[in-house]
């Protein structure tokens, strides 16, 4: 299976992109990891509504350009799951002949609707908002923990 993580934005944290690299690591075991950065589009400091859309609209291309198999949307809108319903929503799509999924963690602003619309899934870790760099690491550590459920590991507790 390959799984592809498509983030708008760079990791500018060591600790962070040693996280990271830590999980990539970990799920060579049980997939092949590309993680895709898109470039964030520059916005001023107070941008107008109509700014912060062309900017989205402009990743979104970047995005869906990227995006193959299923796609999951991580959005404000999107529900929350446990993490053994997540081990069945990676697990799933192989028996149903998918070969990839990607992942998308948009900007400080967001997804474009269209992106959103063309997700198969559109999950939330939480009401609460979390940094995108640390969604990232977040959601590296979930899609392994998923895998280690299918497989019966013992890391899941």
């Keep these: 299976m390959r799984v592809n993580l ?9 600790w962070l992109r040693e996280a990271c690299e830590e999980y990539a690591k970990r799920l060579g075991r049980y997939c092949k990891l590309q ?14 509504d109509g700014e912060i859309q062309k900017a989205l609209q402009t990743e979104a291309e970047q ?8 796609l999951f949307a991580l959005c404000i809108e999107g529900k ?24 998308v963690i948009g900007s400080s602003h967001g997804l474009a609707p269209q992106v959103k619309q063309a997700a198969q899934h559109k999950l939330s870790f939480s009401p609460m908002t979390f940094p995108h760099q640390l969604a990232r690491v977040m959601l590296l550590e979930q899609i392994y923990r998923g895998y280690q459920i299918a497989e019966g590991g013992k890391y899941h507790k």
């Design 80 to 103: 929350s799951c446990t993490s053994e319903a997540f081990s069945r929503m990676l697990t799933e799509p192989a028996l149903r002949g998918c070969s990839a999924l990607s992942f």
């Design 63 to 70: 995005i869906l350009r990227h995006a193959e198999g299923e």
């Design 35 to 48: 993680i895709i950065e898109l470039n964030e589009c520059r916005l001023p400091e107070s941008p107008s």
């Design 6 to 14: 498509i983030a708008v934005g760079k990791l500018k944290e060591r």
